[in-house]
C-alpha cells in the first residue's frame, strides 16, 4: 500500500463519506476518555478526583479557546490565509479564517469536518500536559495552559500541516513529495503535545520528594491499575476513529483503504504492548501493567502517523520498536534527566510520535518523503518547545502553575475540592514526607 | 543555561529551514545533510536544556536540605 497523495484543495465528499467520517469523528472522544482515565490512575489517590475534573475543565477549556479564537488562526484548506514571500517561495504560515466560527454552516462538507476533527484534536493535545503534572497542578493553572495551547499554539502548528500551510505545501514548493503527512495528529496532537508536558514539568518542578538529595528518584507508582488499563481499551477505540478519519480528511485514502488503516492501528497497538511485555518481564521479572499501558499507548501513537500509510506487517514492526522503546525511555527520563512524568506523556507521546512520523518517511515509497517529515520533526521540536516554554512561562508569573507545599501534602483533592475521590477509604500515609 | 539550550532549538529548526532554501532539489544529498544538522542542533539544544534543568534542580534541593 503506497500513500495516497494528498491533493493542494480538499476533494469534494461523497454523503456515504461524509456519514462515515462524521460517525467516526463522533466516537473519537473515546481517545479523549481513555487518556483522561489513564492521567488518573496513573497520579495519586490523594489527586484522582481533580485529576478527573481537571480532564474535564480542561477539554471545555480548550475547545472554547479553540473556537473563540484558535480556529481562526487555524483556517481550513479553502479558507484565507496569511502568506510570506520569501526567498521566491510562498510561505503559508497561518490561517484568516472567520472569527467565532462564523459561516461554519456554510463551509464546505470538508471544511466542516476537518474543524470537528481539530476541536477534538486540541482537547486531546490540552489533556496531555495535565497528565505530565499530576499531583502538583493547580486546576486553574492548567485550564491556563490548555486555553494558551488550544487559542495560540495548536491553530499555528495545525494550519501548517492540515490547512495548506507551508508543511504541507513543502510537496510543492520544494519537490519533497507529498509534503510532510501527519494523517491523525502524531505531530499536532502528540508531539506537541509532549513538548507541551516538557515545558510544564520543567516549570513545574517535580513532586516533593521524588527526587531526594543524594538518593535515587523515589518510586511513586499508580494508584490504580484498573483505571489504567481500561483507559488503554478506551482510546483504542478513539484512535481508530482518529485514524481512519484522519486518512480520509488528511490523505483523501478511499474507503477501500480504510479497514487496512484500522487493522494497523491494531497491529501497532497490539506490537507494542507485546515488546513492552516483554522487556518489563526480562528486566523486572514480572510485566508492569503501567508501563505496559504505555507501551499500548505509544503503539497508538506512533499509528497516527502510519496507519494510513504502511503495510499491516510495517505497522506491527512499528508498534514493537516503539513498545521496546517507550518502557526504556520512561526509566532513562526519570533516572537520569530528573524528570518527574506521572503519565509518562513524553515518552509515550513524543517519543511514539516522533518515531511514527520517522517510520512513515522512511516507509514511504516516494523519493523525498522522508526529508519531509524530517522538515516537520525540526519545527515541531525546533518552534514548538521554545514557543510553548515561553507562553507556560508567561503563565506561571501570573497564575503559578503549582500548588503549595502543603496542597502537595494533603493531595490535590482535598487542597481544591475539599474532598477525596474515594472518601470511604483509608489514604496511606506517604513516607518521603516524613 | 536552560534558557540557552531553548534559544539553540529554533537555530536547528532554521538550519533545516536554510537547507531547502538555499539547495535545488536536485542536490538531494547536500540536503539531507544539511536537514539532518539542523536535528542536530536541536538535538544538542535539548541536552543542554535537560542539563540546564538538572543543575538548577540540585541547587533547588540543596537549597531546600538546608532550610
Redesign the interface.
Given at each position: 500500500m503506497t500513500p495516497a497523495i494528498p491533493s493542494i484543495l480538499p476533494l469534494p465528499l461523497s454523503d456515504a463519506t461524509f456519514a462515515l467520517v462524521l460517525a467516526l469523528l463522533l466516537l473519537a472522544p473515546l481517545a479523549l476518555a481513555g487518556v483522561a482515565l489513564i492521567n488518573t490512575g496513573l497520579g495519586r489517590s490523594r489527586s484522582a478526583a481533580q485529576s478527573l475534573l481537571g480532564s474535564l475543565a480542561i477539554v471545555a477549556v480548550a475547545v472554547i479557546a479553540f473556537a473563540l479564537l484558535g480556529a481562526t488562526f487555524a483556517g481550513t484548506a479553502d479558507g484565507p490565509s496569511h502568506t510570506l514571500h520569501l526567498a521566491g517561495t510562498s510561505w503559508n504560515w497561518l490561517g484568516a479564517g472567520p472569527f467565532f466560527l462564523g459561516g461554519l454552516g456554510k463551509a464546505s462538507a470538508q471544511s466542516q469536518l476537518s474543524l470537528l476533527f481539530e476541536f477534538l484534536a486540541v482537547a486531546l493535545a490540552a489533556l496531555i500536559p495535565w497528565g505530565s503534572g499530576a499531583d502538583r497542578l493547580r486546576l486553574t493553572a492548567g485550564c491556563a495552559v490548555a486555553a494558551v495551547l488550544a487559542a495560540l499554539v495548536f491553530p499555528l502548528f495545525a494550519h501548517w500541516t492540515w490547512a495548506n500551510g507551508w508543511l504541507s505545501q513543502l510537496g510543492v514548493n520544494f519537490s519533497l513529495s507529498s509534503g510532510f503527512l501527519d494523517p491523525a495528529g502524531a505531530a499536532s496532537i502528540h508531539v506537541l503535545g509532549a513538548v507541551s508536558a516538557l515545558a510544564v514539568v520543567w516549570i513545574a518542578g517535580p513532586r516533593k520528594g521524588k527526587f531526594p538529595q543524594g538518593g535515587f528518584a523515589t518510586a511513586m507508582p499508580g494508584h490504580n491499575a484498573v483505571y489504567i488499563l481500561f483507559g488503554c481499551l478506551l482510546a483504542l477505540a478513539g484512535w481508530l476513529a482518529f485514524n481512519v478519519a484522519g486518512a480520509v480528511l488528511w490523505m483523501h485514502a478511499p474507503l477501500s483503504a480504510l479497514p487496512v488503516a484500522a487493522v494497523n492501528t491494531l497491529l501497532s497497538a497490539s506490537g507494542a504492548v507485546g515488546a513492552t511485555f516483554a522487556v518489563t518481564r526480562i528486566r523486572f521479572g514480572k510485566p508492569d501493567a503501567s508501563l505496559c499501558a504505555n507501551g499500548w499507548l505509544s503503539g497508538l501513537v506512533a499509528s497516527s502517523a502510519t496507519a494510513a500509510i504502511v503495510t499491516p506487517l510495517q505497522s506491527l514492526m512499528i508498534g514493537l520498536i516503539a513498545g521496546v522503546l517507550t518502557p526504556l525511555l520512561v526509566e532513562v527520563l526519570e533516572l537520569a534527566v530528573s524528570i518527574d512524568d506521572p503519565s509518562g506523556a513524553i515518552a509515550v507521546h513524543g517519543a511514539g510520535g516522533l518515531w511514527g512520523l520517522i517510520a512513515a518517511g522512511a516507509l514511504a515509497s516516494q523519493p523525498g518523503q522522508f526529508l519531509a517529515q524530517l522538515v516537520g520533526i525540526a519545527a515541531f521540536i525546533g518552534l514548538g518547545l521554545p514557543l510553548v516554554y515561553l507562553l507556560f512561562w508567561l503563565v506561571n508569573r501570573w497564575l503559578p502553575l503549582r500548588a503549595d507545599s502543603d496542597g502537595e501534602r494533603i493531595g490535590m483533592d482535598l487542597h481544591e475540592l475539599g474532598g477525596g475521590a474515594y472518601p470511604e477509604f483509608v489514604i496511606h500515609r506517604d513516607d518521603s514526607y516524613r | 543555561m536552560?534558557y540557552a539550550g531553548?534559544?539553540v532549538?529554533?537555530?536547528?529548526?532554521?538550519l533545516?529551514?536554510a537547507a531547502?532554501?538555499l539547495f535545488p532539489?536536485t542536490s538531494?544529498g547536500a540536503?539531507?545533510g544539511f536537514?539532518?544538522c539542523?536535528?542536530a542542533v536541536?538535538a544538542l539544544?535539548?541536552v543542554v536544556?535537560?542539563r540546564g534543568?538538572?543543575e538548577a534542580?540540585?541547587h533547588?534541593?540543596?537549597g531546600?536540605?538546608r532550610a
Open positions: - | 536552560k531553548l534559544l532549538l529554533p537555530a536547528g529548526f532554521f533545516a529551514i531547502l532554501v532539489a538531494a540536503r539531507a536537514v539532518l539542523g536535528l536541536e539544544g535539548l536544556a535537560a534543568h538538572l534542580q540540585s533547588k534541593a540543596h531546600e536540605d
